[in-house]
């Protein structure tokens, strides 16, 4: 059984950055497409970044391009999301997700993936 473990998040000020880090366990992580969803209260989960499995791409939504970055560390088996010059509308709880046999065109998709993490809380103040 997969599971992912968030941490990192908190409230900082906007233009300041933040690591979210996803500790993954029951599969390697190179094994897994492992993406990073955003959900506000009374919005849509909305995709920010995610990592296809065995040295596959990294693809990251137009609204945190240039900001975001998703790493991975096969040894402690983790990927990480550093978010840079955040400001208000990066604030949302954060999901990181996993799944196996995700195709290019569903990536983007949270339906797609099979495991999801309790969450973390951003909130990048004005």
Do not use: H
Request: aromatic residues 8%; contains cysteine; proline residues 2%.
């Amino acid at each position: 059984q997969v599971q992912l473990v968030e941490s990192g998040g908190g409230l900082v000020e906007a233009g300041t950055s933040l690591r979210l880090s996803c500790a993954v366990s029951g599969r390697t992580v190179n094994s897994l497409t492992v993406g990073w969803f955003r959900q506000v209260p009374g919005k849509e989960r909305e995709f920010v970044a995610a990592r296809r499995r065995n040295g596959g791409a990294t693809l990251y939504d137009d609204n945190v391009k240039g900001r975001f970055t998703l790493s991975r560390d096969n040894a402690k088996n983790t990927v990480y999301l550093q978010m840079n010059s955040l400001s208000p509308e990066d604030t949302a709880v954060y999901y990181c997700a996993a799944g196996s046999g995700i195709i290019l065109s569903s990536v983007r998709d949270g339906a797609a993936y099979d495991y999801w993490g309790q969450g973390t809380q951003v909130t990048a103040s004005s």
